[in-house]
């Protein structure tokens, strides 16, 4: 069975541009969430997919949003990109959710100069 | 705020020796996950607990879950060179549909 992919692998970008980056999870998930990695804040939860539907969001600015397709796939949108941006985005899915185990994608690095 | 705190945040240690990471968390949950992270790599998951009491092994690695301590433990036995990376563990609050995750520890094995 394939794993989860993201698209790109690797971003940069300039400050003020926007970038959406790509999420498909295992054949069968209907959850997908994104999370932003840096070395400073570490692992944070930006928001959760299941149906089409948003059912949770993490403490981000309103730059920062998302969307599902009725195949699962994913993709999350940055507007007005700021150098603390910067990170390694993951996604990940599950059956139905967290109360299931997450199978994380290698994530999308993005560089904001 | 579910705050989930592991300790140690670095870890060295020779090979062929114990220890243990530690993960608490604040609020009662009795999902817990340990995940892996090599070096510019994705998460690998590890165990998944999911009760009081649950005790999960592979190879030199075990993982345990007490939820009435909101504790949960990784035990390294006879460390070797290849579990260098950096451990994370997650908890899960039912009805929230996300993972609040540790800060993570990073363990170095010397050889």
């Known amino acids: 069975k394939a794993g989860v992919t993201q698209t790109p692998r690797y971003l940069i970008k300039t400050r003020g541009q926007q970038v959406t980056l790509s999420c498909s999870p295992i054949?069968?998930?209907?959850?997908v969430s994104w999370y932003q990695q840096t070395p400073g804040q570490g692992l944070q939860f930006l928001f959760e997919?299941?149906?089409?539907?948003?059912?949770n969001k993490g403490n981000f600015p309103g730059r920062f949003s998302g969307r599902q397709f009725s195949n699962s796939r994913s993709e999350m949108n940055v507007s007005t990109l700021e150098l603390g941006d910067s990170a390694l985005y993951l996604c990940?899915?599950?059956?139905?959710?967290?109360?299931?185990?997450?199978?994380f994608g290698p994530g999308t690095r993005l560089t904001v100069t | 705020e579910l705050k989930v705190e592991q300790n140690p945040l670095f870890l060295s240690m020779q090979e062929g020796k114990n220890y243990t990471i530690y993960c608490n968390y604040s609020t009662t949950s009795d999902r817990l996950y340990w995940y892996r992270q090599d070096p510019g790599k994705s998460l690998e998951s590890l165990f998944v607990l999911l009760s009081n009491g649950a005790v999960k092994q592979e190879g030199r690695l075990m993982a345990s879950l007490d939820t009435k301590a909101r504790l949960s433990t990784l035990h390294i036995t006879a460390a070797v060179h290849d579990l260098s990376a950096t451990y994370f563990c997650?908890?899960?609050?039912?009805?929230?549909?996300?993972?609040?995750f540790g800060t993570g520890t990073r363990l170095k094995v010397l050889a």
């Open positions: 054949s069968g998930h209907r959850s």
């Open positions: 997650a908890v899960d609050t039912s009805g929230t549909y996300k993972y609040i």
């Open positions: 990940a899915s599950s059956f139905q959710g967290t109360v299931y185990e997450q199978y």
């Open positions: 997919y299941f149906s089409e539907t948003q059912r």
